[in-house]
T-cell receptor, first 111, second 111 residues
Framework: GIQVEQSPPDLILQEGANSTLRCNFS?????LQWFHQNPWGQLINLFY???GTKQNGRLSATTVATERYSLLYISSSQTTDSGVYFC?????????????FGQGTELSVKP | DVKVTQSSRYLVKRTGEKVFLECVQD?????MFWYRQDPGLGLRLIYF???????EKGDIPEGYSVSREKKERFSLILESASTNQTSMYLC??????????FGPGTRLTVL
């Protein structure tokens, strides 16, 4: 089945720094989601991005479906950006909307 | 905005008890999902429902059952709770084959 791999697994930043998180997927997909898991455990939707680039404030995401990767950019990071970032892609034949999740990137932003 | 709610944020139960975790969504989504999340193992799909009274096993259904009597409500049932079911439980919903939205999660401890 499809594999979803994220890098780096861990990242430590100083407040104000920029960062790029990567998500590689082993097969073509027709959509991709990015989530942020906050310290209380809830997964917050960041982007639903099958292809192209989207921006939301300091965050933006780019998916290049033909090359099977997606990037999440965080600019001017803040301590509230800390947490785990997941990307997820649909299973083959889009089995009823079920997703395969990457293992996550744990981001820590220091003041 | 899509809202997915779960009945409890924290729950403590005894081994052998029957446990019900409830999830409600307010967006008329067809699909609903139950995941558990454990350190080092990521998010794993327990059960999935694509319509009222319809259910499908996920990757780790053993020890769990589900119920979907109404479209907006999806219940996860631990028939006889065991300590290895101590985990974070996350519910999600989505329109058919589309973006998933998560609830706040339930941290279950089985003593």
């Amino acid at each position: 089945g499809i594999q979803v791999e994220q890098s780096p697994p861990d990242l430590i930043l100083q407040e104000g720094a920029n960062s790029t998180l990567r998500c590689n997927f082993s097969d073509s997909v027709n959509n991709l989601q990015w989530f942020h898991q906050n310290p209380w455990g809830q997964l917050i939707n960041l982007f639903y991005i099958p292809s192209g680039t989207k921006q939301n404030g300091r965050l933006s995401a780019t998916t290049v479906a033909t090359e099977r990767y997606s990037l999440l950019y965080i600019s001017s990071s803040q301590t509230t950006d800390s947490g785990v970032y997941f990307c997820a892609a649909p299973r083959p034949q889009n089995q009823g909307g079920k997703l395969i999740f990457g293992q996550g990137t744990e981001l820590s932003v220091k003041p | 905005d899509v809202k997915v709610t779960q009945s409890s944020r924290y729950l403590v139960k005894r081994t052998g008890e029957k446990v019900f975790l409830e999830c409600v969504q307010d967006m008329d989504h067809e699909n609903m999902f139950w995941y558990r999340q454990d350190p080092g193992l990521g998010l794993r799909l327990i059960y999935f429902s694509y319509d009222v009274k319809m259910k499908e096993k996920g990757d780790i259904p053993e020890g769990y059952s589900v119920s979907r009597e109404k479209k907006e409500r999806f219940s996860l049932i631990l028939e006889s709770a065991s300590t290895n079911q101590t985990s974070m439980y996350l519910c999600a919903s989505s329109p058919r084959t589309n973006e998933q939205f998560f609830g706040p999660g339930t941290r279950l401890t089985v003593l």
